[in-house]
């Protein structure tokens, strides 16, 4: 049984019943006022759907959600790491805030049931979409900052974050791992995330092989092997990177300069 709330263009807005409780519960702030946060929680297709007047979707406080985060996590790893370079606290920060990180935290908020969206995007999985709770939480750290100010936004933001900034301390490994590494150089061009596909399995079912591809925009980036999908993906990143590299070194030895 899925915790899916549906939403109804009615008088109230189509807003969930007890949304403001759950809200504030998983937040620790009150969710007013209720208009602000009731955008935070609107996605963009959802206005077409609505009644007049229309209500604002949530991209302008994902805009300033998206700020407050990058500062916090910024600081949060600065003043963690002290003995770190700043390459290094780059691909930190990158580990906390990358959509499938924050769309992990906006999961354990159990952010999606309050999304107010489309029939077709809720028919279509949205609302248990990576980019659709990234942006849906962004959206709230900003309504919290507009709402309350900064220190309120950034304690939210630094609980929220806690459980990975931890990890980062017992075992950088993930925030250099190539899959994190190629992340954080894609996402200096787009938000848009890669995406890892398998694309041939070979062995017996006790000793598989799998091969797997990264893709990005339409592009394939790299392929990988290994014995498990997340040793392939690693390896896709990998040969990403390498190609990066190499295309690199290319067109900088052809620059007659």
Not at 63 to 75: M, N, S, W
Not at 182 to 194: F, N
Request: contains cysteine; proline residues 8%.
């Amino acid at each position: 049984m899925t915790d899916r709330v549906h939403f109804s263009n009615d008088a109230s807005g189509g807003a969930a019943p007890g949304w403001e409780a759950g809200l504030a519960e998983a937040l620790g702030v009150p969710p007013q006022p209720a208009s602000l946060f009731l955008e935070a929680l609107t996605h963009p297709s959802y206005p077409a759907e609505a009644p007049p007047p229309k209500p604002a979707h949530n991209q302008r406080l994902e805009f300033l959600g998206d700020a407050v985060i990058g500062l916090v996590a910024a600081h949060m790893v600065w003043s963690r790491f002290p003995d770190r370079p700043e390459g290094h606290l780059a691909r930190m920060r990158a580990a906390l805030v990358n959509s499938a990180a924050l769309a992990g935290v906006a999961r354990r908020l159990g952010l999606g049931r309050w999304i107010r969206m489309s029939r077709g995007e809720e028919l279509s999985g949205s609302r248990d979409r990576d980019s659709t709770l990234c942006d849906a939480l962004e959206a709230v750290v900003g309504a919290v900052y507009a709402a309350y100010g900064f220190e309120r936004a950034r304690a939210l933001v630094e609980r929220l974050l806690a459980p990975a900034a931890e990890r980062l301390a017992e075992d950088e490994a993930p925030a250099f791992a190539p899959k994190t590494v190629l992340q954080e150089l894609l996402q200096q061009e787009s938000r848009e995330v890669p995406e890892y596909v398998v694309v041939e399995r070979e062995g017996p079912p006790h000793a598989p092989v799998f091969t797997v591809a990264v893709r990005w925009r339409g592009e394939e980036l790299g392929r990988g092997r290994g014995t498990t999908k997340k040793a392939a993906e690693q390896a896709a990143a990998a040969d990403a990177l390498a190609r990066r590299r190499s295309s690199k070194a290319s067109l900088q030895s052809d620059d007659p300069a």
